[in-house]
């Protein structure tokens, strides 16, 4: 069936340090990827996606390219900030948009100055 | 920018007692979604609805759970008689089509 496992945490990191959160996916077809983000106390926010093979989604400085030869969707930032601070969810759906969401376990990111 | 809220925040019950957990989806939104997430767990599909009736629901959504929509903005999901293993953050989604999901805070259930 399809699923998505995710990097275990937590991570640590300071202020300014090169992110990786590694994201692989299983799936029938052709999925859609996305990263989700949690900050405390908040809902689930989508941070980025991609729907098809090398695409790359961006925003707010992360980024994750598409990749059906590893069937990855590793997510990077090249320079971490203490707002940065959150819980990194990986998902895949196999229907663009409407459809429902399979979820990694999620990984607790913490930026100390 | 427009959000789902959920209420309550966090909830407790004994076992065996029915809890009905409330969902404000967005309210030009069409489908609407129940996840959980049991503590250091992935988050799991439950359900989704979509015109006044299930659409998809996961293994999980057996028959102690139900989804309602009883008037034009609330969506809630009902646990007829909770267990232990239902202890969980509850997220609701919603979207339109063709659209990310926006998710609520989730409330956090814990059954004793």
């Known amino acids: 069936g399809d699923s998505v496992t995710q990097m275990e945490g937590p991570v640590t990191l300071s202020e300014e340090a090169f992110l990786t959160i590694n994201c692989t996916y299983t799936a029938t077809g052709y999925p859609s990827l996305f990263w989700y983000v949690q900050y405390p106390g908040e809902g689930l926010q989508l941070l980025l996606k991609?729907?098809?093979?090398?695409d790359k989604g961006s925003n707010k400085g992360f980024e994750a390219t598409y990749r059906k030869e590893t069937t990855s969707f590793h997510l990077e930032k090249g320079s971490v900030q203490v707002s940065d601070s959150a819980v990194y969810f990986c998902?895949?759906?196999?229907?663009?948009?409407?459809?429902?969401?399979?979820f990694g376990t999620g990984t607790r990111l913490t930026v100390i100055p | 920018e427009p959000e789902v809220t959920q209420t309550p925040s966090h909830q407790v019950t004994q076992m065996g007692q029915e809890v009905i957990l409330r969902c404000v989806p967005i309210?030009?939104?069409?489908?609407f979604y129940w996840y959980r997430q049991i503590l250091g767990q992935k988050v799991e599909f439950l359900v989704s609805f979509y015109n006044n009736e299930i659409s998809e629901k996961s293994e999980i959504f057996d028959d102690q759970f139900s989804v309602e929509r009883p008037d034009g903005s609330n969506f809630t999901l009902k646990i007829r008689s909770t267990k232990l293993e239902d202890s969980a953050m509850y997220f609701c989604?919603?979207?339109?089509?063709?659209?990310?999901?926006?998710f609520g805070p989730g409330t956090r259930l814990t059954v004793t």
């Open positions: 989604a919603s979207n339109q089509r063709e659209g990310k999901q926006y």
């Open positions: 309210s030009n939104h069409l489908y």
């Open positions: 991609a729907t098809k093979a090398d």
């Open positions: 998902a895949l759906s196999t229907q663009t948009g409407a459809n429902n969401l399979f």
